[in-house]
């Protein structure tokens, strides 16, 4: 069965579905927050060339009332009320009245959180069925393509993404694959249906620049005779890389303030250059504790700050310097063993992350671990209280909601239930951290995306019409 | 040799080298699922080994004493159909001895030699809680050797007790695995129809060489598509002694398997059943029983659309045996996570008991390997789990196997402790 366990965490298997990545540039905290501003001078992340379409038609108050609320921002709130309005959050308090036409929900015995927000995905570029004509995710034709945008790879009908919403996932990021020391741009999508994936591009959301460490580029290239062949092959690369950017860079913006002839546009270079001036984001595929501290010195080389790293298997090792470097960690809460690079796992990993200060969260890079990221959660917290830590639900829940937002760029607008935020919220059928517990209600600005009851409340793609009964539903 | 023998005994390598103690595990919930069925308050004996007794309560004297009150116990978990000690690294292929390339062994392949019972994924995996394993070779359909494999049976399984000793295979020629389906199609030269062809052929082969051994040993004989060692590994398959392994997802695979099954009399295991729901009463009639991994809900293939989480449950009600694996992503490294799949099965209508039998009973039952009960004169494979121990928060406080305290201590909790407060210098190089 290796084949399957292939298929995942960074190896590039038969089915094509390779693997990830990742690290993202701070602004601030950890993430960039406000890395999506306006600024002067000239325009490298492009926003505006494939403008998000995405919209939410009602929005009816919803009122959950009585519920055990985690906010994401460290509080466990008992028997307490949410109220949702024009797709936001409005209010949380006792005794709020539902307001005229409020669509009331019943919160006696849930749970309710932030929408979950998974920092790593690959829906859509390595779609369902996994059939070779699908596998979109990773341009494997050279160490750096920083030009390819993943959002020109994603089929928004794979029948994975109405999965995730199932299992509470309202904003993933998707990211190219990590067999590229330079994988090119992710996208951070909100999980709605869509005909178009600008449909589901979430609002203003910095674009990610996905870059892998170790073995993955080393063994792709290395293996064909080109570079890189090495982990130093691999260090060579970027920063070769990002010579090249900062003069890029610097072409650009003496043009923008001086004018003169218009330098010639080059979407590799773009990329990296909407990285050093801090709009888009470095996702960082990186197992190993040296590897990391090894980017570190080069985003400080090149003077841009790195996201997150991905997929950080040793983020234990280091967990100190990513605290003061600000560099946040994505793990998963146990996997293990694929290759060398993922052999020295802990459970521990996110709790001694979280512990030594830096952002820890959980992450998936699996269409199958995107569904239960809430029991993930609940593993890496058992496993931060066997070391011994004081780690409860209301801070384990910030794994899976607010610092992965924060990865994003996104925390100011999603990712916690605070007045004035998206209204992305889950209602679960109990303590979300037990297997038994499932997601009943899953709202995306303020509206229910998912109903677990009522099937006609359920989305479902276009793929999964008469597909296994010419009249019937595949679920 | 002698001084050797008392070497080994000294380090305690022998497996049952310190069988004497009797421990007495006192007050826990326990889940035989026996005919002794759930004592909501109860003690377990062990001796030598062995469950000698369950009751709510033993007075009996014994040499030490586990206070399981407020715990739950349970038979240890059997994972099926793993690779435990045929792997170490999966992308490191000199660490791999589950699979081999070419045309030479089909199902004569017999991995025992290359057993390692000191694999890093041997105390991992058992202080999860798991205490035996089912090894199966498989067929890689990555990496150097993939595509040159042009035959459809992976060999002979066999099974382990996780206690790490070099003494711990506990059962032996355990059955035959091959495949259908569309990896079965890929081996086969790109069509299910002739992987089934191919099983058909070597089980024909197998038949017509018990019939006629003589005269094919003496070469007296027409050429055989199979090696004389292959058509001898499959002499128990045929004479129903012992199980046919076979992957197989969609539902007409699967019922291709059953009719190949009734043919041949077969002892059948489908491996997958990912649309096992779809064919739930055939599979029943036939007590053809499954091996799943239940948290695979996706429809990644075309050969599995209708994979639901709702499988086992559906399964289960229409009166199939079900077992479950560990994860698509965790079959080997991560064969505990069952316990969750099984966790995820109950949520979709498994009954409790029945998600926990998926994982112990189920499986003893379906390979014929002891273990997965508690029961007296069983073996005393145990787990003290902290509460539920399908829940996601549980874990092993406890785990005997064959009536011995096993060490939970494994390379996670090793880094674990090793790096709990990570600080610059040289002083956690001495940290062990």
């Not at chain 1, 059939?131 to 393509?145: R, V």
């Not at chain 2, 009719?259 to 997958?272: F, N, P, V």
């Amino acid at each position: 069965m290796q084949f399957r366990v292939l298929c995942r965490g960074g190896l590039l298997s038969l089915r094509g579905m390779a693997a990830t990545v990742c690290a993202a540039l701070l602004l601030a905290g950890c993430g960039g927050d406000d890395a999506a501003g306006k600024k002067d001078g000239p325009d490298f992340a492009r926003l505006d060339a494939f403008p998000s379409t995405y919209s939410i038609e009602q929005s009816r108050p919803v009122l959950i009332s009585g519920a055990t609320l985690l906010t994401g921002t460290g509080e466990k709130l008992e028997n307490t009320d949410l109220l949702l309005k024009d797709g936001k959050i409005a209010r949380i308090d006792d005794g709020i009245k539902a307001p005229r036409d409020a669509l009331v929900v019943d919160g006696k015995g849930k749970w309710v959180t932030p929408g979950i927000v998974d920092v790593h995905s690959h829906l859509g570029n390595y779609p369902a069925p996994a059939i070779e004509s699908s596998q979109d995710g990773n341009e494997m034709t050279a160490p750096n393509t920083a030009e390819v945008w993943t959002e020109h790879s994603v089929w928004t009908q794979d029948p994975q993404f109405p999965l995730a919403l199932a299992g509470g996932v309202t904003t993933l990021q998707i990211l190219p694959g990590s067999a590229n020391l330079f994988g090119g741009r992710s996208v951070t999508l909100k999980n709605v249906p869509g005909r178009r994936v600008q449909d589901m591009k979430f609002p203003g959301a910095p674009y990610g620049l996905k870059m892998a460490c170790g073995e993955n580029p080393k063994r792709v290239y290395g293996g064909k005779g080109q570079a890189p062949s090495t982990r130093m092959g691999n260090v060579a690369g970027y920063r070769k890389a990002w010579i090249a950017a900062q003069d890029y860079k610097e072409k650009w913006e003496k043009y923008a303030a001086e004018g003169g002839e218009e330098p010639e546009r080059n979407l590799e270079l773009e990329t990296l250059a909407g990285v050093l001036n801090g709009d888009i984001l470095v996702h960082n595929h990186c197992y190993r504790g040296e590897e990391m501290a090894v980017m570190m010195d080069i985003s400080r080389e090149f003077g841009f700050q790195i996201s997150t790293f991905h997929h950080a298997v040793e983020a234990y090792k280091v967990a100190d310097l990513l605290a003061k470097n600000n560099v946040c960690a994505a793990m998963w809460a146990d996997w293990w063993g694929f290759k060398h690079e993922a052999f020295d796992m802990t459970e521990a990993n996110i709790a001694i992350v979280d512990q030594a200060g830096a952002c820890a969260m959980i992450h998936s890079d699996s269409a199958v671990g995107i569904q239960h990221l809430n029991e993930e959660t609940a593993k890496a917290m058992v496993s931060a209280q066997r070391a011994g830590f004081d780690i409860g639900p209301e801070h384990a829940v910030t794994w899976m909601t607010l610092n992965p937002a924060k990865a994003l760029g996104i925390a100011d607008r999603t990712g916690s239930l605070e007045k004035g935020k998206m209204a992305d919220v889950v209602v679960w059928s109990g303590n979300p951290f037990s297997v038994y517990s499932q997601a009943e209600k899953v709202f995306i600005d303020g509206e229910l995306m998912y109903d677990r009851d009522n099937p006609a409340r359920q989305p479902r793609s276009d793929f999964e019409l008469g597909i296994i009964e010419a009249e019937g539903e595949r679920l | 040799m002698k001084r050797f023998l008392i070497q080994l005994l000294c380090l305690g390598l022998f497996a049952g080298a310190a069988h004497a103690e009797t421990l007495l595990i006192k007050g826990g919930k326990v889940y035989t699922l026996s005919g002794q069925g759930t004592l909501a308050q109860g003690d377990v004996l062990v001796r030598d080994g062995k469950v000698e007794a369950i009751a709510p309560s033993i007075s009996e004297r014994a040499d030490r004493i586990i206070d399981a009150r407020g715990k739950v116990v349970t038979p240890g978990m059997i994972a099926p159909l793993s690779e435990l000690g045929l792997t170490e690294v999966s992308a490191a292929s000199a660490t791999n001895d589950y699979a081999v390339s070419g045309e030479s062994i089909g199902s004569a392949f017999d991995p025992r030699p290359a057993y390692n019972p000191k694999s890093t994924l041997i105390p991992y995996n058992r202080a999860h809680g798991v205490t035996r394993a089912v090894v199966f070779p498989s067929i890689s359909t990555w990496g150097e050797g993939a595509g040159e494999l042009h035959r459809v049976f992976a060999g002979q399984g066999f099974a382990i007790a996780l206690n790490g000793n070099f003494d711990s295979v506990v059962a032996e020629q355990l059955g035959q695995k091959a495949y259908l389906g569309e990896l079965g199609s890929q081996l086969a030269g790109g069509s299910r129809a002739n992987a089934f062809a191919r099983i058909e052929t070597a089980l024909a082969e197998a038949r017509e060489y018990l019939n006629n051994r003589d005269a094919i040993r003496r070469g007296n004989w027409r050429e055989l598509g199979h090696s004389l060692a292959d058509l001898e590994a499959l002499q128990p398959v045929i004479q129903g002694q012992q199980p046919l392994v076979v992957t197989a997802n969609r539902a007409s695979d699967i019922l291709q398997a059953l009719k190949l099954a009734e043919e041949y009399k077969l002892q059948l295991i489908i491996q997958g059943a990912a649309e096992g729901w779809m064919v739930a009463d055939q599979l029943a009639a036939a007590k053809v029983p499954v091996v799943i991994d239940a948290v695979n809900n996706l429809p990644i293939s075309f050969e599995s659309l209708g994979a639901r989480f709702d499988n086992a449950a559906r399964m289960h009600k229409a009166g199939v045996t079900v077992a479950i694996s560990g994860p698509g992503y965790g079959s080997t490294h991560l064969v505990h996570l069952a316990r969750q799949s099984a966790g995820n099965a109950v949520v979709h209508g498994l009954p409790y008991e029945e998600a926990l039998k998926a994982i112990t009973t189920n499986v003893a039952r379906i390979f014929g390997i002891e273990g997965g009960v508690l029961s007296p004169g069983g073996v005393a494979d145990v787990v003290v789990w902290s509460g539920d121990p399908l829940e996601v928060t549980s874990y092993p406080e406890q785990v005997l196997i064959g009536g011995e305290p096993q060490s939970l201590v494994n390379r996670s909790t090793r880094l674990r402790d090793r790096y709990l407060k990570p600080e610059q210098g040289h002083e956690m190089g001495y940290k062990f």
